[in-house]
C-alpha cells in the first residue's frame, strides 16, 4: 500500500529499519535506516536486468534487513511537476505493490544525485569510483532526508 509520510510511522512496527530507493534506469540504489529511524546507511546497488529479478532482490534485501518499509525517491521537476522518469516510478510501484505488504512511501528526490555526485567531486572520488557509489549513495540522501523531516516532526509524531 502507497502511505503518505506522515502515515509511516503508524504503518511500521517499532525496532524495523526502512529501505531507501533511488530507482533508476539501470541500477536501484538502496539505503538502509536504523532501528531508530535516525540514519540512513548506504547499502548495495541492484543492477536492473528485468522487473521480476529486481523485485526478487529488493525484497530478498529487505526481508534480509527486517525492513518494515519502503521509502522511494520520486524523481520531480526542479518547478514540483511530474515528468516522464516520476512516471516511471509510479508504474515501477503500481507493479510492486501486489508483490508486497510493506508499506511504500514516495519521497521528493531533486537534486540527490547532484549533491551525491558533487560531494564524490569534491573528495576527489575517480570516475569508476562515483559510478559504483552514486545509486547507493543517492538512496542513502534520499532517505536520510526523509529521516530528517520525521526527526522534526514536522508529520505529527510526538
Do not use: C
Not at 65 to 74: E, F, K, M, Q, R
Amino acid at each position: 500500500m502507497i502511505v503518505e509520510a506522515q502515515q509511516i510511522r503508524g504503518e511500521v512496527a517499532s525496532g524495523r529499519r526502512l529501505l531507501g530507493l533511488d530507482l533508476g534506469t539501470k541500477t536501484i540504489g538502496l539505503a538502509l535506516s536504523d532501528v531508530n529511524w535516525t540514519i540512513a546507511t548506504p547499502l548495495e546497488t541492484i543492477k536492473r536486468v528485468k522487473f521480476t529479478p529486481d523485485v526478487e532482490a529488493l525484497l530478498g534485501l529487505a526481508a534480509k534487513h527486517d525492513a518494515g518499509a519502503l521509502v522511494i525517491g520520486l524523481p520531480k521537476n526542479m518547478d514540483g511537476t511530474e515528468g516522464p522518469r516520476a512516471q516511471s516510478t509510479r508504474s515501477f510501484v503500481r507493479n510492486l505493490l501486489p508483490k508486497t505488504e510493506l508499506p511504500i512511501v514516495f519521497w521528493d528526490e531533486r537534486m540527490s544525485t547532484a549533491a551525491v555526485t558533487r560531494t564524490l567531486l569534491e573528495a576527489d572520488a575517480s570516475r569508476a569510483r562515483r559510478a559504483e557509489l552514486v545509486d547507493k549513495m543517492a538512496a542513502a540522501y534520499i532517505l536520510q532526508g526523509f529521516l530528517d523531516r520525521l526527526g522534526y516532526g514536522e508529520f505529527g509524531s510526538e
